[in-house]
């Protein structure tokens, strides 16, 4: 069964950094575009960031030039590395397909607070 793990969020302090890694299996990784959302609480799951199976990023407006998407396709793995961290960017962040096709998985949840 295809399945998503999301890890690395955390507590951080606005300014901050922090990693995310979504690390998948059985869905032919290198092949699918794929991308990053976020869900914060009272508010509809957005798109964050995504990459094309050929390594082109897009990033929403909110977070273009804090955010860097990434891919390892030997490890079936997609990160997102996250600087200068807002409290605005508090969310549970999951990872898909771009566009979503895969059921969500947990997500990692990520708070931004002094």
């Known amino acids: 069964q295809a399945q998503l793990v999301e890890s690395g969020g955390g507590l951080v302090q606005p300014g901050g950094s922090l990693r995310l890694s979504c690390a998948a299996s059985?869905?032919?990784?290198?092949?699918?575009?794929m991308a990053w959302y976020r869900q914060a609480p009272g508010k509809q799951r957005e798109l964050v960031a995504r990459?094309?199976?050929?390594?082109?990023?897009n990033y929403a407006d909110s977070v273009k030039g804090r955010f860097t998407v990434s891919r390892d396709n030997a490890k079936n793995t997609m990160y997102l590395q996250m600087n200068n961290l807002k409290p605005e960017d508090t969310a549970v962040y999951y990872c898909?397909?771009?566009?979503?096709?895969?059921?969500w998985g947990q997500g990692t949840q990520v708070t931004v607070s002094s």
């Open positions: 990459i094309r199976s050929d390594g082109v990023t």
């Open positions: 059985r869905i032919g990784f290198r092949f699918n575009d």
């Open positions: 898909n397909t771009d566009p979503q096709l895969m059921a």
